[in-house]
């Protein structure tokens, strides 16, 4: 087994305290944290402390490793995207570190920590109160703007995208490609 990681200058501090220098090490932390969404291979998970984090793991299933020969994994691609938004001027939120533990070829896990940002929902949420119509327009602009800065999400849904409760301001999260 071996593992691989990418650590944000001045993080390593942050994931000491929360004991997160390990991809086994972070899966069974996050086990104790605020489940915010979860499938059968991955889960978002939220760590209260200071700061608090969020904490996406994935472990894929046994009988469909073979699909991840030599491929990044999608929390490898998500901080990479995040990065380059970054740089291009798009507010998201950075990652503090991501990393990927493989047998030979095949992932095994993979996690992509990063600050918990209070105050922010998902727009899928945002948009289900009041004035919907107005929400959506706001949230149109914003994939607008995106667009013509050259993003394209690759999995835009509005889960996917992060909304300031008092700001409206919006922030792309989950995006494989961009």
């Known amino acids: 087994m071996r593992e691989t990681w990418w650590i944000a200058g001045g993080a390593e501090d942050v994931l000491e305290r929360a004991a997160l220098l390990s991809v086994a090490g972070c899966m069974t932390v996050a086990a104790g944290g605020e489940r915010l969404s979860s ?7 939220r760590l209260r402390g200071k700061p608090a984090l969020l904490v996406k793991w994935r472990r894929p299933r046994s ?9 990044a994994s999608r929390e490898r691609r998500e901080a990479a995207v995040s990065l380059r ?3 291009h ?4 939120p950075a990652p503090l570190a991501v990393a990927e533990r493989r047998e030979g070829p095949q992932l ?11 105050g922010v929902e998902t727009a899928d949420r945002w ?3 009041e004035k919907q119509a107005e929400r959506a327009l706001d949230l149109v602009r914003t994939l607008a703007t995106w667009h013509d800065a050259g993003f394209r999400h690759g999995d835009c849904y509005p889960k996917n995208v992060l909304v300031d409760r008092e700001s409206r301001h919006a922030m792309p999260i989950g995006a494989p490609y961009g």
């Open 108 to 118: 095994v896990g993979s996690v992509l920590v990063r600050r918990y940002h209070e």
């Open 85 to 87: 938004l970054l740089d």
């Open 127 to 129: 948009l289900a109160r």
């Open 89 to 92: 001027g798009i507010d998201t």
């Open 63 to 71: 009988g469909r490793r073979w699909k991840t020969w030599w491929r």
């Open 39 to 45: 499938d059968r291979q991955s889960a978002a998970v």
